[in-house]
Structure formats: C-alpha cells, structure tokens
C-alpha cells in the first residue's frame, strides 16, 4: 500500500459519516448477547488499526465505538483507507468468535467466514465508488489502489467519472445552449452480486453500459457516476426531447 498523502481530497465530511454508518452496518454494536457478530467488530477492527498504524490508541473516548467515530472523523485519507482495508477481516474475526461462542445454537448456519468477508468488500465497494477514490476491492478481497482493479471490465474502465461529470456540466452550463442530464441507476443490482457473484455484476453492468451508448449515440456522453449509478449528459437538448429518450432507455 503507497503511504503517499493524495494530492486531492477524496472523503469530504459526508463521505466520512458515511463511511462511519457503513462500518456500523458491517461492524453491528450488540444490543443483547445473541446479536449478530456479538458486536466485537469494532474492537477488532481498532486493534488492527492500532497495530497497522503503529499507535497505542487510536484516541481516548470512552468506548471503542467513539474512538472509531473519532478515528473516522479526523484521520487522513490514507489512514481511512487503512480502515477500509481492516473491516472485512475485523468482521471475520467477529464472526469467528460469535460462532465459537454460540456453536450449539448455531450449528452449521454461521460457518462461512469468506461470505461474511466478500459481503464486506462488496458493501465498501458500493461506498468507496460514490466518492471520489480510486481504492476497490478484487475479487480476492484485496484492496488495490489503481484507478481501476485489473479485473474491472474495459467498458466500464473507459467511462469518465463523476468528477469529469461535474467538470462538464459546468462547462455545458455556461453555454447558452440547453444542455439535459439523465441519471440512471440499476433497480436491485445489489441483489445480482450477492446471489450470482460479483462476475456477473459486472456483466450486468457492461450491458447496461452498452445500451445506454446506443441509445445515446450521436448525442450524448455517458458516465459512471458510481456503483450501479449512472448519468447521460445530452448537449443541445431540452427537457421535452430528453424525456423520450430517458423512456427508452428505460424501456
């Protein structure tokens, strides 16, 4: 992992408490002593931290879930990637000891930590492509820092970001010409990569890709605005010529 400071910002402040309710979502704090990953996700994950970073705290709140809070909301970026890195394995460490714990209740049903492990990776993942880092997980559960993971199909590789939408539309937006945005997004994607891999995910999503290039030949640019979201910017157009348009891709 490159130990360089970014030259941009990639976590804003909400990109930050979002990471926070997503490690929330991953790393459950235990209601009563049957809940799911019997809540030590965290602790792991603080320990990891503490000994990644090479720290004896990672701050002094008085529980564990306040000083990741803390961590997440001062730390850098290449410290918050750090993290990222650490919460699949904090959650399968967590999982490990629930099932040792509760065995006899759960039988067989909890023994399954490279799910637990790619459920992780997928959710940050999903995180990670709404903000302006590069960082993703393969499908090894390796996090890589590249602009794009090796495997990541060329189609949806070669497609200008968010931030090159934003760049361009303010561009379009000081023209006098009226210039349209669609925004699309995938209903139930997520359900696609959990039942059928993360392969035909991104099958998936190279078809949507292709369509939305044909029907926007000639006339516009499409984007992949993140995840399973994506955006059409359409020059020298109006709202009432880019509804039909919108319909169709729909369609």
Avoid at 131 to 154: C, I, Y
Avoid at 206 to 226: F, H, N, P, Q, S
Wanted: net charge negative; with cysteine.
């Amino acid at each position: 992992m490159s130990q360089e400071s970014p030259k941009t910002s990639h976590f804003g402040e909400a990109d930050r408490a979002r990471l926070w309710y997503k490690v929330l979502d991953l790393l459950p704090i235990a209601n009563d002593r049957f809940a799911n990953l019997n809540g030590q996700g965290l602790c792991y994950l603080e320990n990891l931290l503490q000994r990644g970073l090479g720290r004896l705290h990672l701050s002094f709140g008085f529980s564990c879930e306040a000083r990741v809070k803390a961590f997440i909301t001062e730390a850098s970026e290449v410290e918050l990637i750090e993290l990222v890195n650490h919460v699949p394995i904090a959650r399968m460490l967590a999982h490990q000891e629930y099932c040792e714990r509760y065995s006899t209740f759960l039988g067989e049903r909890g023994n399954n930590p490279k799910q637990v492990t790619d459920e992780a990776c997928s959710e940050l993942n999903l995180f990670l492509e709404s903000t302006a880092s590069a960082a993703r997980f393969n499908k090894e559960g390796v996090l890589q820092l590249d602009v794009f993971a090796p495997d990541l199909p060329v189609t949806l590789a070669k497609l200008p970001g968010k931030e090159q939408l934003r760049s361009d539309l303010e561009a379009k937006c000081s023209e006098e010409a009226p210039t349209s945005l669609i925004f699309v997004d995938l209903d139930h994607f997520k359900q696609v990569n959990d039942t059928l891999g993360h392969q035909a995910g991104d099958e998936c999503l190279v078809k949507a890709v292709e369509i939305l290039g044909t029907v926007a030949a000639m006339r516009g640019r499409v984007y992949r605005y993140g995840g399973d979201e994506f955006a059409i910017v359409l020059p020298n157009c109006t709202t009432s010529e880019a509804a039909p348009i919108a319909e169709r891709i729909r369609r």
